[in-house]
T-cell receptor, first 113, second 115 residues
Framework: DGGITQSPKYLFRKEGQNVTLSCEQN?????MYWYRQDPGQGLRLIYY???????QKGDIAEGYSVSREKKESFPLTVTSAQKNPTAFYLC????????????FGPGTRLTVL | AQSVTQLGSHVSVSEGALVLLRCNYS??????LFWYVQYPNQGLQLLLK??????LVKGINGFEAEFKKSETSFHLTKPSAHMSDAAEYFC?????????????FGRGTSLIVHP
């Protein structure tokens, strides 16, 4: 089945540690996105990429970094510079041609202790 | 610039009652509009979308929404609520054809369904 996978589902880290969240898609989509979700705040865009080896900052990029070395992969690193990293993180993807719909992964819940 | 306002962070209905979730948007260009549903600790699933054409759009699970340009609204409705409809619902807007596809999401409305 085609889709987006995010791993792990739950992640715990100590304060001050960097952590990388995985996002993989086999939909052959060009564009990929990372969102952060906090209760009552909807989804906020962290980073997005429309092509391999290129990405742009979203609204809340500070304290995060990404890479796009392969079309199907878009990992997100939450660095120690992120002041409040505990949240639910969602990855999404979209084909760039003849579609206007994002497809979402199941999410990763990060808790920083 | 674009924005989305979802009126009511929580909506409570009885099973079998009408569901109405409100969404108002602002956009400097003709928009595309979306409703997504999210069950606890899961990703978002597309319910329906409006791009062009017919302003009343039907989606999955018996939901529908009507694009009203004059009211800048895209409210989500379902004639009869089921217990399984209890979830978080998000409205989103993005610039339409030719725009940069970066959607803006509302803060979400939690639908509570009572037996």
């Amino acid at each position: 089945d085609g889709g987006i996978t995010q791993s792990p589902k739950y992640l715990f880290r100590k304060e001050g540690q960097n952590v990388t969240l995985s996002c993989e898609q086999n939909l052959n989509h060009d564009a990929m996105y990372w969102y952060r979700q906090d209760p009552g705040q909807g989804l906020r865009l962290i980073y997005y990429s429309q092509i391999v080896n290129d990405f742009q900052k979203g609204d809340i990029a500070e304290g995060y970094s990404v890479s796009r070395e392969k079309k199907e992969s878009f990992p997100l690193t939450v660095t120690s510079a992120q002041k409040n990293p505990t949240a639910f993180y969602l990855c999404a993807s979209r084909a760039l041609i003849n579609t206007d719909t994002q497809y979402f992964g199941p999410g990763t819940r990060l808790t920083v202790l | 610039a674009q924005s989305v306002t979802q009126l009511g962070s929580h909506v409570s209905v009885s099973e079998g009652a009408l569901v109405l979730l409100r969404c108002n948007y602002s956009s400097s260009v003709p928009p595309y509009l979306f409703w997504y549903v999210q069950y606890p600790n899961q990703g978002l699933q597309l319910l329906l979308k409006y791009t062009t054409g017919a302003t009343l759009v039907k989606g999955i699970n018996g939901f529908e929404a009507e694009f009203k340009k004059s009211e800048t609204s895209f409210h989500l409705t379902k004639p009869s609520a089921h217990m399984s409809d209890a979830a978080e619902y998000f409205c989103a807007v993005t610039p339409g054809a030719g725009g940069s596809y970066i959607p803006t999401f509302g803060r979400g409305t939690s639908l509570i369904v009572h037996p």
